[in-house]
């Protein structure tokens, strides 16, 4: 999922899905995999909080 989330923007750009225009480089998603990527983790430290785990919740709240 954390892979899934900030690559689909790629893949609908390099599709051109419903005619979105691809930007001159793949630099102009960069915003999009660092919201995702730090939406991802936080998800992750809150599932592994609820798992009852207590070390690696706070690593991924941390880097999130």
Known sequence: MGFLMPFTS???????????AAPQSLIGLTGDYYFFGAFAL????IAEFVLGNCMRPLLLQLLG
């Open 42 to 45: 936080n998800v992750a430290g």
């Open 10 to 20: 790629t893949v609908l750009v390099l599709c051109g899905f419903q005619g979105s």
